[in-house]
């Protein structure tokens, strides 16, 4: 038996070559990725600048002071809203989408290719010419609104309607993206569920519900952990779209990257900031967490069935 152990644990040459080609690309992930994070933490527990040599340590105190602090809860609260916003729009018509595009319309290509255009579109010149569209006085939107006789709405100044602003520009910009994800797995479905379905006298949306939906779970749960994460990092065009006429971005809609820039750079509270990048990972941690614990395979244990 301890032979056996021992040989089925044993790496193999091919093992070894993995290894060896994967080692230079993980370590450098790990440098970039993994480093920043822990000296993130590590600064958020000391009074940290960029101007001082001494950088005492003050324990909790930036992640008390932080919930304490109106800006920072004003952005941790519009931060959410637009990335809720975001995914509730973005990821079930991006599924819709998907869906009626793998029923074999004509210009099938075109359609893809016309909505995946504003993913590869920089961002900047695509809040630049929202921000024009948006205009309350000579804005496009505004001016196909008055045909419905909806007066003119002030997008990007009223803090509500910035959000809604903020909410449309990103959905539009992201559906390919995750249209193009959610085609992948409708087309790696096998017929054959369909067919199987068909004869039980499920078709169309009993189809859609009963076979495409409980197979999509890994797809879904990617596509939202995907959105959600991009929600949380919002941040250039609300530096392009809602600042006020002073200059100052994210007056009008305030998020938390925003917030972690403005003190880290302008004001050098690089202690207080990193409190606030670490809440931003633990929040998007844990929110990634519960939506692979709502996807996750339900599977029967076998364990202790003794005859």
């Known amino acids: 038996m301890s032979i056996n152990r021992k040989n089925k644990f044993r790496l193999k040459p091919a093992h070894w070559f993995c290894i060896v080609g994967l080692a230079p690309i993980l370590i450098l992930y790990g440098y970039l990725r993994f480093i920043p994070i822990i000296k993130t933490m590590y600064i958020s527990f000391f009074e940290w600048d960029l101007v001082s040599d001494k950088k005492p340590f003050v324990g909790f105190e930036n992640f008390v002071t932080l919930f304490q602090s109106?800006?920072?809860?004003?952005?941790?609260?519009?931060?959410?809203?637009?990335?809720?916003g975001i995914l509730i729009f973005s990821v079930p018509s991006a599924l819709l989408i998907a869906y009626l595009l793998?029923?074999?319309v004509r210009f099938k290509a075109w359609y893809e290719a016309f909505y995946f255009l504003p993913v590869i579109?920089?961002?900047?010149?695509?809040a630049v010419t929202w921000k024009w569209i948006l205009d309350s006085n000579h804005g496009l939107l505004n001016?196909?609104?008055?045909?419905?006789g909806i007066a003119k709405q002030a997008w990007l100044f009223d803090p509500k309607?910035?959000?809604?602003?903020?909410?449309?520009l990103t959905v539009w910009k992201t559906i390919g993206y995750n249209m193009i994800i959610f085609l992948v797995g409708i087309t790696g479905i096998p017929k054959d569920n369909y067919e199987a379905a068909s004869i039980d006298g499920a078709t169309g949306a009993k189809a859609f519900w009963y076979i495409t939906l409980p197979l999509l779970k890994p797809i879904t749960?990617?596509?939202?952990?995907?959105?959600?994460?991009h929600g949380y990092n919002v941040f250039s065009q609300i530096y392009i779209l809602a600042s006020d006429i002073q200059g100052s971005p994210g007056y009008v809609v305030r998020v938390l990257v925003y917030d972690m820039i403005e003190n880290a750079f302008r004001y050098y509270k690089m202690g207080y900031a990193s409190a606030e990048a670490f809440i931003l990972f633990l929040i998007v941690l844990v929110l990634t967490l519960i939506q692979l614990w709502l996807a996750r395979?339900?599977?029967?244990?076998?364990?202790?069935l003794k005859l």
């Open 143 to 148: 001016y196909f609104l008055s045909f419905l």
């Open 221 to 229: 749960a990617f596509v939202s952990i995907i959105t959600i994460i």
């Open 70 to 84: 109106e800006a920072f809860l004003i952005s941790l609260k519009n931060t959410s809203i637009i990335a809720f």
């Open 297 to 304: 395979e339900k599977t029967t244990s076998k364990k202790g």
């Open 161 to 168: 309607l910035a959000i809604v602003s903020v909410i449309m």
């Open 102 to 104: 793998s029923k074999g």
């Open 121 to 126: 579109t920089p961002m900047v010149p695509v």
